[in-house]
T-cell receptor, first 114, second 110 residues
């Protein structure tokens, strides 16, 4: 059983550019969540996808968007990058069973916006 | 809106001393509470969840609804417990988003 993987590990972009981050879910998981973790802060929920549909969104603007594919891998897209978007982006996959869910995290992608 | 507060950014204890990492939450319903841990150069991982009532690596946490707290405790700290600890909650109303505190860095002094 493989764990959650993310790519790339590090990325440098300039303000105004667009970025796509990728996540491969743990085998058998049908739900993926994305979080932003700024330096010195706890992770903040961006959105969640369940069976390819968005299923909850945090307080992030529409320029943050996502996709979940039939194989349950996922992408996070951020348009018009701002300096404050510099952070560690975490992906977490889970298997939803009734009202129980445990999220397993990937190692993260560290994004630096200059 | 739900909120998780971890009042200590850094907690230093000697090896063998008791540990208590504080967590308070605000949520009007019945949340599900978690502790996640991140060891140096490793990914965030689940330590325990309150509904399991498990003891993991000697850590326990009791949900106190009256005080809206979910403090993490261990009677005797080990050097390998040094890590970043995050308290988190999921609201109980069909929402599966985790709301995290800012974290407490535990340093166990040998």
């Amino acid at each position: 059983e493989t764990g959650v993987t993310q790519s790339p590990t590090h990325l440098i972009k300039t303000r105004g550019q667009q970025v796509t981050l990728r996540c491969s879910s743990q085998s058998g998981h049908n739900t993926v969540s994305w979080y932003q973790q700024a330096l010195g802060q706890g992770p903040q929920f961006i959105f969640q996808y369940y069976r390819e549909e968005e299923n909850g969104r945090g307080n992030f603007p529409p320029r943050f968007s996502g996709l979940q594919f039939p194989n349950y891998s996922s992408e996070l897209n951020v348009n018009a990058l701002e300096l404050d978007d510099s952070a560690l982006y975490l992906c977490a996959s889970s298997l939803r069973r009734g009202n129980q869910e445990t999220q397993y995290f990937g190692p993260g992608t560290r994004l630096l916006v200059l | 809106a739900q909120r998780v507060t971890q009042p200590e950014k850094l907690l230093s204890v000697f090896k063998g001393a008791p540990v208590e990492l504080k967590c308070n939450y605000s949520y009007s319903g019945s949340p599900e509470l978690f502790w996640y841990v991140q060891y140096s150069r490793q990914r965030l991982q689940l330590l325990l969840r309150h509904i399991s009532r498990e003891s993991i690596k000697g850590f326990t946490a009791d949900l106190n609804k009256g005080e809206t707290s979910f403090h993490l405790k261990k009677p005797f700290a080990q050097e390998e417990d040094s890590a970043m600890y995050y308290c988190a909650l999921i609201s109980g109303a069909g929402s599966y988003q985790l709301t995290f505190g800012k974290g407490t860095k535990l340093s166990v002094i040998p």
